[in-house]
């Protein structure tokens, strides 16, 4: 008894895998492609193919599979629209925060972050407890590099391009 149950279960696992597979972007859009053909198709071509007869006895269904192949098509079009969209905004929302911090620095902050526009150097060590560059970090202007610490337990933390560049252009935000 468990053993069957076991394998209607696998059985049900395959078929999810097979419908999976089916439903794929190539698939969907051969099965829509061959459907408008015919149902859209010019009848001589159907004729000649000798499917006329078979496209008439099922043409209903046939305009159900096109229509889902149809649907199915513009649903993952809007997924991936949708998800562009979203890691746009997000990015955008991301960057007018990060430059929104740098108008409201702390002054060991500006005094970190100067270290970095005075030396011209993108990548500074610091240590791991220091809760300074960890609070940058946190605010998406720099960046730790890697976990590995040098010879005096300090990790490298660079700063990120946007801060960077912005700084660049508004040195009077670094001034104390």
Request: glycine fraction near 6%.
């Amino acid at each position: 008894m468990v053993s069957e149950k076991v394998s209607a279960h696998v059985d049900i696992g395959n078929l999810v895998d097979a419908i999976t597979r089916l439903l794929s972007g190539e698939y969907v859009v051969a099965v829509g492609a061959l459907a408008a053909t015919l149902l859209f198709g010019p009848q001589f071509a159907l004729r000649h193919l000798g499917v006329e007869g078979w496209v008439a006895q099922y043409r209903p269904w046939i305009v159900v599979a096109f229509l889902l192949c149809l649907y199915l098509i513009l649903a993952r079009f809007l997924f991936i629209l949708g998800r562009s969209l979203w890691k746009h905004v997000s990015s955008r929302r991301s960057r007018k925060a990060a430059l929104a911090r740098l108008h409201c620095l702390s002054n060991d902050e500006k005094s970190y972050l100067s270290s970095y526009a005075n030396s011209g150097i993108s990548s500074l060590n610091f240590h791991p407890s220091d809760g300074v560059p960890k609070n940058l970090e946190a605010d998406g202007l720099l960046l730790c590099s890697s976990d590995a610490q040098d010879h005096n337990g300090c990790v490298p933390y660079t700063i990120l391009p946007l801060a960077a560049n912005y700084l660049k252009l508004h040195p009077e935000l670094l001034k104390k």
